[in-house]
């Protein structure tokens, strides 16, 4: 979705003032209509795939119950819907959707958005935080780099890149713990909260920023390492183009140019990277949130895959892909205002 | 500590099995003048549980989360004697056919209301009945409350003493509350997430994906106890993490295998933790191997036994469990004080011999070196599970058994060895009590054939002398003829060998050394911690 520029060929369309906002209200429409087919794809490729895989939550259910009744067990199966065809079973699945209702956890014995609303917050967070750290320091490295081509900076920030993009995550998350909690005390092991600390106010806000700091470096350091290549690598290709030529030509200084000309035109492909890995970050919280006690969804899902809890795996893949969808209208929106010349089809 | 509580087995994801009792070792970790106060942060070498109580176990997680709640009517001691909780005493009729039992008065309920007869009959008939304790109860007539303090329990049958007594200690037979669960549907009923039972322990918080938050029970029934203000559950998926938590001093104790063998060594190299293998005498896990008798080849118990000759179990107790484990010689093991024997048919590790047997039943060395092929099954709820499958395909390779190796997660490894039984070889696990009945006879008996139920008979194996052998072990009341019966039973099962004892397993606990009063209680599951306590 983000990324998807009107054809080399036509000539940039210029938009201004309102009819930015109505460029931007009609891209906003056309991907929200888009959405609608995703999310049906979703929807039926998860179903189709969690049939597909062998047990079922009904099975383990009666198996840690120890119930071996052959009625009670064809009780529950009608109970829990699983004597439908599955295509029916489907079928009611969508239209339950339709109208929000993502399902029962019977494992868990609450309704599936419940489930999911307890530990979604915590996911988003770290989400959050980390891509403003990767994007931060990223951008901040890139930039650097570009500005000192072949100089000690360029060389470090390339080895940390490097070092960062290669480096497992939960190795990392393992290693910040090691050195920060365990070796100097400055910074807790797990957990999102201070556990009988202050959880409201803003002493309840600071003890869960430090417990996120960890968190967010583990996850957040690896996406930073990306975007500081491409954006030292962008920053290098922008400041060779004629705008850039001009700019300089008519005085400006060397720090105008670089801020106002070639940074805003080289975060383009920073944001394309973006909105394609905002899929991989959620993913990518889901080894973090192991590593250190986060409660979020990733914990939940290998739960709820562990056990067959199929209606939870669902609601979680149907929730996290309106996630990915919503911040790739995000970037797309973003795209459209850093390079007004720009109209995304 | 020496040598011997520096290792550690497995990681542990539950797998239900109630268990009841072994006898123990003396207690320790209990020093000077208890501290009163502060808050103790454990952690257990599993997941969290899709709740904090289910009625029917659910596995181990949920009962190590609940066991800090609920009580039970009686317990066991290290020593291994039996003794009340709940109930004060009891005794059987002159037939053994009925119980009679003491109740204890002055206990309240988290709610304040007082645990009545009432609660303990309502307990038994609708929760373990039906739920904790369904295949031990089989003979069970009825519970009447003839007094505001006595309970009698009724069977059809003669029950002996130590099976009633164990019954009593069973991990999930707690006493619920009957105002709260009456009229409901047990499994689903909302108080199973917020639970009010008459521990040690109140329920105050459960912070999904992070932790328990429990309270003191000040009107708790054991005068001034607990020591402690609070006990803080914490489910921590890595090891690693847990280790680097305790370490740091954010978590005080871990029981069940908490941390990686290495990480135990350097935890107790600080002097600053502890690492013991007490306080699981009640529940000593196992690895097993079993063949399905409903594959002919198995159907020859020469090819059964030249299956286990085949294996080297000490050379898995040694590169796969650390050393924490040891080979299996019976269907009961060797903490058993009541029921083991050494007078057991022995499978030894004995290649040549394991090829003479093949020979013998008729399945010679075709041209290609193979004899029969085999689909062996791994369960995969443990990892060790499936190291263990990747030798036995080596082992049994190199007698001419070509196999095919498999090691699917927990719940398609539950639906193919119990349900579909789609398996030759299973490498599997059991959490025996040291009541045989029914857990461990449960599975070689014909009864014990229920698919789609777990961790019971899936071999098929069935067998008229050991059902009529079973029978009488559960109704024989003198203690010196049940042992014998039973010690009958563990020589005609190594002889027919339908299912390998292969490893019994050691678990760990890790503990700071400020935890004091901890692995006092030969069953860690269904340990309260009633009197645990933490020094300055």
Known sequence: MAGELASPAAPPRITRGSSRRVAALRLLRRRLIQAVPLMLGVVVINFVLIQLAPGSFLELMTAENQVSDPATIALLRTTYGLDDPVWLQLVKYIWALMRFDFGFSYRQNIPVIDAISVHLPATLLLMISSITLALAVGVAAGVVASMKVRTFWDTLVSVAAMFFFAAPSFWLGIMLIVLFSVKLGWLPVGGMATIGGTSSGAGGVLDILHHLILPTLALGLFYAAIYARVMRSSMLEVAQLDFVRTARAKGLSRNQVTISHVLRNALLPVVTILGVQMGTVLAGSVVIESVFSWPGVGSLLFDSVSSRNYPVVLGIMVLGSLVVIAANIAVDLIYMWLDPRIEIR | ?536
């Not at chain 2, 322990?201 to 001034?224: C, I, L, P, Q, T």
């Not at chain 2, 938590?245 to 935890?267: C, S, T």
């Not at chain 2, 409903?294 to 118990?301: E, G, L, Q, S």
Request: net charge positive.
């Open chain 2, 1 to 536: 500590m020496g040598n011997d509580s520096n290792r550690v087995t497995r990681r542990v994801f539950g797998a239900g099995v109630v268990a009841t009792s072994l006898a123990g070792v003396a207690p320790s970790f209990a020093q000077g003048t208890p501290k009163r106060g502060g808050t103790l942060v454990a952690t257990w070498g599993g997941g969290e549980p899709q709740a904090c109580y289910v009625p029917a176990g659910g596995g181990s997680s949920p009962t190590f989360s609940s066991s800090k709640l609920f009580e039970r009517l009686g317990s066991r001691t290290m020593e291994g004697k039996f003794q009340g909780e709940l109930a004060e005493s009891w005794k059987p009729a002159a037939d053994f056919k009925s119980y009679t039992l003491k109740i204890r008065k002055g206990v309240k309920f988290h709610d304040g209301k007082d645990m009545t007869v009432d609660d303990v009959v309502y307990s038994v008939s609708e929760i373990w009945k039906k739920y904790a304790a369904a295949s031990a109860l089989t003979d069970f007539a009825g519970i009447t409350a003839p007094d505001v303090d006595t309970v009698v329990m009724t069977f059809n049958t003669p029950i002996p003493e130590f099976f009633f007594s164990s019954l009593l200690c069973g991990n999930v037979n707690y006493i619920v509350p009957k105002h709260v669960y009456a009229g409901s549907d047990p499994v689903t009923n909302p108080a199973n997430n917020a639970p009010i039972g008459t521990g040690p322990w109140k329920f105050k918080e459960w912070v999904r994906g992070s932790h328990f938050e429990y309270v003191k029970n000040d009107a708790y029934w054991r005068k001034d106890l607990p020591y402690m203000d609070r006990l803080i559950i914490r489910y921590v998926r890595d090891p690693a993490g847990r280790a680097a938590a305790m370490e740091a001093g954010d978590i005080h104790i871990g029981v069940f295998n908490p941390v990686a063998p290495p990480d135990i060594k350097r935890l107790t190299g600080t002097g600053k933790f502890v690492a013991t293998p007490k306080g699981y005498e009640e529940s000593v896990w196992s690895t097993t191997l079993e063949c399905n008798m409903r594959n002919p080849v198995f159907a020859k118990r020469e090819v059964r036994q030249a299956m286990f000759h085949a294996i080297d179990r000490n050379f898995l107790a040694k590169t796969i469990y650390y050393g924490y484990a040891r080979p299996g010689t019976s269907p009961i093991y060797s903490p058993n004080k009541e029921f083991y024997t050494t007078d057991t048919f022995s499978t030894a590790f004995d290649p040549k011999k394991s090829a003479a047997l093949l020979d013998a039943a008729g399945y010679p060395k075709k041209a290609d070196g193979k004899r029969f092929a085999v689909n062996l099954l791994a369960a995969g709820w443990f990892t060790e599970n499936g190291k263990i499958g990747a030798y036995v395909k080596q082992a049994l390779e190199d007698v001419g058994v070509a196999v095919n190796l498999s090691v699917p997660d927990r719940p398609t490894s539950i639906k193919r060895i119990y349900t579909d039984y789609d398996f030759d070889m299973a490498i599997s696990n059991q959490a025996n009590p040291s009541e045989p009945v029914p857990s461990t006879t449960q599975y070689f008996t014909t009864d014990g054939i229920k698919k789609g139920v777990p961790f019971r008979n899936a071999s098929g194996y069935s067998n008229p002398e050991v059902d009529a052998l079973v029978e009488k072990i559960k109704v024989e009341t003198d203690p010196a003829k049940r042992k014998a019966l039973v010690f009958q039973f563990e020589k005609i099962i190594t002889i027919e060998a339908p299912l390998l004892p292969m490893l019994e397993l050691e678990s760990i606990t890790v503990a700071s050394t400020k935890v004091q009063n901890h692995s006092n209680d030969p069953n860690y599951l269904a340990a309260t911690w009633y009197d645990i306590w933490l020094a300055s």
